[in-house]
């Protein structure tokens, strides 16, 4: 069987920067920080009292009232974000021809509908033990609703499923598309992930593992990638899509091309639930298996999208793995962590990063690493981490790391199409 070529036809993203694609750069390309007082709910007796949340977001502006209600926020997020991608790709205009038993939906969420979990949960623990649940607990609350929804919407019946491997989802959804298109199983696939867990539980949750920033006093600057001083990450949400296609497909109904993805890797750190392994072994490996799959060599790589979510031990791993990796082609790198703008989207971040990194390799433009201010001295400061200013490159290759609890680590390529 001969391995088919893979390009990106459609983009669509709903961030705490913007709540489209476009608006979504803007902010990323200016190094706005999304982080502000929580307002879904009071968060006054909370540890972290901030977070990064979608911003003039309204579900009656996207769909009626009746559909809405039987969608989690996360499922909201993934459908208003597959349906600009899909737009963007042009799937569904007026004379498409595009058969639609192969398109499939490729989805990934970490936790799903957490809100709808918490809500139902909260309202039966209020009563006297008699059980008065809604008909759409279920279908709100599964990790796999947006992936349904996306599908249902528009008729797209090939292979449809989530994956969930924590803040790697997103990027293990694109590799599993990746995968059905080049080895002829299908030819489109929406892809992505959201993540809606700007929640009491969620919030709570997270203080309990001590993972957030807790720098309520400095909402805008608490998410600081490779700087000494920081404290943990910061929560966010939204969704982040992409229309992945088969190359001559594409070419056939003469759809734009952002790019080509060329790569995929996976790994397990097998060491910690929660924490990374601080040697960076695993990470290392992911990276290897991305390049070998992609075919390329270290040096070919111009920008490193990190996972970067201004831990503690996470940061310093990754970048020791880096240094293995890329050895003297490292310094020549530009290295961003666009967390320190958006948060961080758990299973949804692979979604937003990936379009960060397509539409940093269309405008020529690094976004930064933002509150970089006092570089850590145990991170190797040789290195460019675009800090808090974009910078001006022809990105031909950008890779994009997305790693989770449970030691799950993905990296995807994606390469300027080369005919």
């Not at 996360?74 to 038993?101: C, P, W």
Request: glycine share 12%; with cysteine; hydrophobic share 40%.
């Amino acid at each position: 069987m001969s391995i088919r070529r893979v390009v990106v036809t459609g983009l669509g993203a709903i961030t705490p920067l913007g709540n489209t694609a476009l608006a979504y750069w803007e902010g990323l390309k200016n190094g706005v920080s999304g982080a502000a007082e929580i307002t879904r709910f009071d968060p006054a007796k909370f540890k972290t009292r901030f977070a990064c949340e979608v911003k003039g977001y309204h579900a009656d502006d996207f769909f009626d009232r009746k559909e809405h209600r039987k969608m989690d926020l996360f499922t909201q997020f993934g459908v208003v974000a597959a349906d600009e991608a899909i737009a963007d790709a042009g799937l569904l205009a007026e004379g498409s021809k595009i058969d639609k038993d192969r398109v499939g939906v490729i989805w990934g969420s970490g936790i799903g509908g957490l809100k709808s979990l918490q809500e139902e949960c909260f309202q039966f623990g209020r009563g006297d033990g008699t059980p008065r649940y809604s008909p759409f607990f279920i279908p709100r609350m599964i990790a796999d609703s947006a992936s349904g929804n996306i599908s249902i919407k528009n008729g797209f019946r090939g292979p449809n499923f989530v994956t969930t491997s924590a803040c790697a989802s997103s990027n293990d959804a694109i590799i599993a598309a990746f995968n059905y298109i080049r080895l002829g199983m299908t030819d489109v696939v929406i892809t992505g992930g959201s993540e809606a867990a700007i929640t009491e539980s969620g919030i709570g949750g997270f203080n309990a593992l001590k993972a957030m920033s807790e720098r309520n006093d400095d909402p805008a600057g608490a998410s600081r990638p490779y700087d000494q001083h920081r404290d943990g990450f910061v929560l966010g949400e939204g969704a982040g899509a992409l229309v992945l296609e088969e190359y001559e497909h594409a070419k056939a109904r003469g759809a734009k091309i952002y790019a080509e993805l060329i790569g995929g890797g996976m790994s397990s750190d097998a060491y910690h639930i929660t924490a990374p392994d601080p040697s960076g072994s695993g990470v290392v490996l992911v990276m290897q298996n991305a390049l070998r799959d992609a075919g390329i060599q270290p040096e070919d790589v111009d920008y490193i999208n990190t996972h970067g979510t201004s831990t503690p031990l996470g940061d310093g791993a990754e970048i020791k793995a880096i240094e293995t990796v890329f050895g003297e082609s490292a310094p020549k790198i530009n290295i961003s962590s666009t967390k320190s703008m958006t948060g961080h989207l758990l299973g949804g971040a692979g979604g937003i990063e990936a379009v960060a990194c397509l539409l940093a390799m269309q405008h020529g433009l690094v976004p930064p690493t933002i509150n970089l201010t006092t570089p850590d001295p145990e991170i190797n400061q040789a290195l460019n981490f675009t800090p808090n200013v974009a910078q001006a490159r022809a990105v031909r290759v950008a890779v994009s790391n997305t790693f989770g609890f449970g030691g799950h680590n993905t990296s995807v390529i994606f390469r300027q199409l080369a005919d």
